[in-house]
């Protein structure tokens, strides 16, 4: 065994794996940095270069580029509020905000070298599972994987604060739209309105982008600024992160820890493992205060789990061939490639590889974030340009990553539509994480607890393994409430009477209603009279997680309204005019990339938005829009991409 790891460590160190992995690092590092695009697109980017490399030297550019995804796509996430992949949402909430108060560096500094630490715990843990793994991912059955999911449910109670009937209404929604298409147990379509589009259901790339991307820029094209409210002293946030991630090193460690034994479950990695680190995050912080307007440890803790979580997905896939997420996906593709065999081969044949993977993972994630940190100072700066310039290159990037879901123009159509919803949900304050959630876990929650009540019955939820996870679960619902009223009882045994005049304290905030909310419960409970009668057809088993989101969203939408009758709620105005105008206009461009083809509305709009509203000076302008063109024609190429023609596009780019 040791032989075999001094020879995996020399492979490591030859000059062609060096330049190879620091070549899939650099890839890395663009892809990660391009909202959206992500590791699947980047690994099949690398997949025609691998025929005929050797196998130690084609890996090592392979793991550069799956190491350094998740923290090259920090800079998307924190800088520019757009989740850089789905791996990096909830990075969004507390490092974008960060940005907007000049704090882009702290952010940035905190997040790689987060990430580094949570990849070098990875590459630990896999190191171990590689011997003891195989037991243990066999004995998670499908009700465990089930619980997995409502555990991951259970943070919605975390991150929905004080406004948790809000939450479980957003969550049921996504929960709703999860279900959208075909049931995995029945073959029936659900919910698709006779819209092809809709047939296999909205990807979560779409929905990720709609929900946090659109909502950002449209309020910050609203408010006419830079992305930061004041420039960022970048040397002194710099070091500030680096010591935010030593005082929170125990965060960092209980994250990664969780990414890493999550991602070694196929299905559950990614934006799953993002939201439960980050729900965690909130839930063991004495002051939860800051959390969604600019905690250091709303950046720490997702950071810490990506790339660990990374790491954990190669367990499955180098062990059984089943891989861990999307990325493992294409990367268990390039494995068949150079001709190796995924499973027990992997172990005894080809250890020396399985451990040049691990060690190229640890070694990729030093490099990566020794980049980024380098990089972070001329990319932050970002903040102090005035986003009016950045928003049409931001629009197209986004449109661009979208289309990739599955390169249809539904896609932009139903990018619009999730960002009208983000746009209301951002302006009445409901909880876009706890959306995102339902909706990242109702096909894996379908899925499993079919394949539980099929194969185990009853007994399937009388498992150890079931007890246990229950058992977290209960505790991240109830421990939360039993907190607060521990404090609250503390604090009036504490306080003394008020005097005469004076106003005594309440311990809840008042609760406020505005125009929005109104508008979103009367379209909330239409939906679920509506989609309650829509699916009377389907079968007890087809129909069973659409029912029960609807019953999820209209029970507390009812809840809210009726806590509002009683405790009387202060009106709040919300403004949505100017929202509502910029997002008409996003769906005037979709129809012109409809009419015209991608390319040239891209061109065109990026001239005229730069050009009249952004009132740059011509070179500029045109400069840029050119930049958009060679892009788009790049990307095409590269992808073998096929944008929506029109009229225009096949006169021009043939």
């Avoid at 505790?475 to 939360?480: E, G, M, N, R, Y």
Wanted: proline share 5%; hydrophobic share 55%.
């Amino acid at each position: 065994m040791f032989d075999i790891l001094l020879s995996s460590l020399g492979q490591l160190f030859t000059l062609h794996h060096l330049l190879y992995m620091v070549l899939g690092v650099l890839v890395g590092l663009v892809v990660g940095i391009i909202p959206g695009l992500g590791g699947i697109a980047g690994m099949a980017l690398l997949l025609p270069f691998l025929y005929g490399m050797e196998p130690s030297v084609a890996l090592g550019m392979l793991m550069g580029l799956v190491a350094v995804i998740p923290t090259g796509d920090t800079f998307a996430s924190v800088l520019l509020g757009i989740p850089g992949s789905s791996a990096s949402q909830a990075t969004v909430i507390d490092g974008f905000a960060l940005a907007k108060r000049g704090q882009a560096a702290r952010a940035l500094s905190s997040a790689f070298l987060a990430s580094m630490l949570g990849g070098l715990i990875g590459a630990a843990v896999l190191t171990g599972f590689i011997l003891v793994a195989r037991p243990v991912v066999l004995s998670f059955s499908s009700s465990e994987l089930f619980m997995l999911t409502l555990l991951g449910l259970s943070m919605v109670a975390v991150l929905s604060g004080r406004d948790l009937l809000k939450g479980l209404a957003a969550c049921g929604l996504g929960l709703l739209v999860g279900t959208i298409g075909m049931a995995p147990a029945t073959g029936e379509f659900r919910l698709n309105f006779e819209i092809d589009y809709l047939y296999d259901g909205i990807p979560l790339v779409v929905i990720g982008l709609g929900i946090f991307a659109l909502p950002e820029i449209i309020d910050l094209l609203v408010k006419r600024g830079a992305i930061a409210g004041e420039p960022a002293r970048l040397g002194k946030g710099w070091r500030q992160g680096i010591q935010d991630v030593g005082k929170n090193r125990g965060l960092v460690a209980r994250c990664a820890g969780i990414g890493s034994l999550l991602g070694t479950i196929p299905g559950l990695a990614g934006s799953v493992v993002d939201w439960m680190t980050y729900g965690h995050a909130v839930q063991s912080a004495k002051d939860k205060s800051q959390f969604g307007q600019g905690d250091i440890r709303g950046v720490i803790a997702p950071e810490s789990a990506n790339n660990a979580c990374a790491c954990g997905a190669m367990v499955p896939t180098l062990l059984f061939g089943v891989p861990g997420s999307g990325t493992a996906a294409v990367f268990l593709g390039g494995l068949l490639l150079l001709g190796l065999q995924p499973g027990i081969s992997m172990i005894e044949t080809n250890l020396d590889l399985t451990y040049t993977i691990i060690w190229s993972l640890a070694l990729a994630n030093i490099i990566g974030a020794a980049l980024c940190l380098g990089l972070a100072r001329p990319v932050a700066s970002l903040t102090r340009v005035p986003f009016v310039i950045l928003a049409p290159l931001i629009t197209v990037l986004i449109m661009f990553a979208a289309f990739q879901a599955t390169r249809s123009p539904g896609d932009l159509l139903a990018l619009g539509a999730i960002g009208l919803l983000g746009v209301l949900f951002k302006q009445a304050g409901w909880s876009r994480p706890a959306f995102l959630i339902g909706f990242v876990l109702a096909p894996g929650a379908e899925a499993y607890f079919y394949q539980a009540v099929q194969f185990q019955g009853s007994a399937a939820f009388m498992r150890p393994g079931v007890l246990i996870i229950g058992a977290m679960i209960l505790a991240a619902l109830f421990l939360p409430m039993f907190r607060q009223l521990w404090r609250k009882l503390r604090s009036n045994d504490t306080e003394q009477s008020p005097a005469a005049g004076e106003t005594p304290v309440v311990g809840s905030r008042p609760i406020t209603i505005g125009g929005i909310d109104l508008v979103i419960f009367t379209a909330l409970l239409g939906m679920a009279i509506y989609g309650w009668f829509n699916l009377a057809d389907l079968s007890l088993l087809g129909g069973l997680m659409p029912r029960l989101a609807l019953a999820i969203m209209g029970i507390a939408c009812l809840l809210e309204i009726l806590r509002s009758l009683v405790r009387r709620p202060i009106w709040q105005h919300q403004p949505l005019l100017q929202q509502v105008v910029w997002l008409a206009g996003f769906f005037v461009l979709v129809g012109a990339i409809l009419a015209l083809g991608f390319i040239t509305t891209a061109t065109l709009f990026c001239l005229a938005f730069l050009m009249f509203i952004a009132r740059l000076k011509p070179w500029a302008t045109i400069g840029m829009s050119a930049g958009v063109t060679v892009f788009l024609v790049s990307m095409a190429k590269l992808l073998t991409l096929t944008y929506p023609s029109g009229l225009v596009d096949p006169l021009l780019f043939g």
